[in-house]
């Protein structure tokens, strides 16, 4: 008797990977009752309030840190002023990039409570950080390390709303005080010069200057300490000097603030 055929086996179809479920906010789960008591209501609201606040995304909430720490490890960093970061701009004043300090950290360990405390409360737990705006409306708070990834989020902003067209899109970041406002630029010190062979009297070297009336040297833009000249003819000590104006610098021109 011939052996039974055996039948193939069957080909089962392999499962496919199920997606991971997106992750609600908490807040959907509150429900608001709209009949009952009052108290209950506001309760419930109270409770929607508070809940809304809770940041789930924990790249969010790492990056803030992240920023926590080279700010405790870089204060009074004459480089970044305590920023930890070095953001650059270009000739209108815009962001152009952003990378790390290249100086030395001012202190090698930061404290844990000084980190949380620094990235969860206070109106600098996102300074070091960097959002992206668009002229749509469309704008992100600052929550990105760098320009780069703002700038790709920006971009999978325009894909999805501007069908992938750049419509004039930047990034800003958020800074310390020291770090947003550049230290003003120094100016020249006032450099005296010492004349020995004028063939002058000290009187006679004095009455070089070309007095003018303070009011009348601003009304006509001029400095009103040298009426323009830009230096001083004086004496002292038996010596005859020329002296840069203290009050404009020797460019003769009327302060800004007069």
Request: glycine content about 10%; some cysteine.
């Amino acid at each position: 008797m011939p052996p039974a055929k055996r039948k193939p086996a069957r080909r089962t179809t392999v499962a496919k990977a199920r997606k991971p479920a997106a992750r609600k906010h908490p807040a959907s789960r509150v429900k608001i009752p709209r009949t009952g008591p009052l108290h209950a209501q506001i309760g419930a609201r109270m409770v929607l309030f508070a809940v809304s606040r809770i940041d789930i995304r924990p790249d969010t909430v790492q990056s803030r840190k992240d920023a926590a720490i080279l700010r405790a490890t870089h204060k009074g960093c004459p480089t970044c002023k305590g920023n930890g970061q070095v953001f650059t701009k270009g000739k209108d004043g815009s962001f152009t990039g952003s990378k790390p300090c290249p100086a030395k950290p001012t202190k090698q360990k930061a404290s844990r409570w000084e980190v949380y405390k620094s990235s969860r409360f206070g109106a600098d737990k996102n300074t070091g950080l960097v959002g992206w705006t668009c002229p749509c409306g469309k704008k992100e708070k600052p929550r990105y390390r760098d320009a780069r990834e703002a700038t790709k989020a920006l971009r999978t902003h325009e894909r999805a709303r501007h069908q992938g067209k750049t419509v004039g899109g930047a990034w800003y970041a958020q800074a310390t005080e020291g770090a947003a406002s550049p230290a003003p630029a120094k100016q020249p010190a006032a450099v005296s010069k010492v004349v020995t062979d004028s063939g002058v009297t000290d009187e006679q070297w004095i009455k070089k200057n070309k007095p003018m009336a303070p009011a009348k040297a601003i009304a006509v833009g001029k400095c009103w300490q040298c009426a323009g000249a830009g230096r001083i003819f004086s004496a002292f000590g038996g010596q005859q000097l020329i002296v840069v104006c203290s009050e404009c610098r020797g460019n003769g021109a009327a302060p800004k603030a007069a």
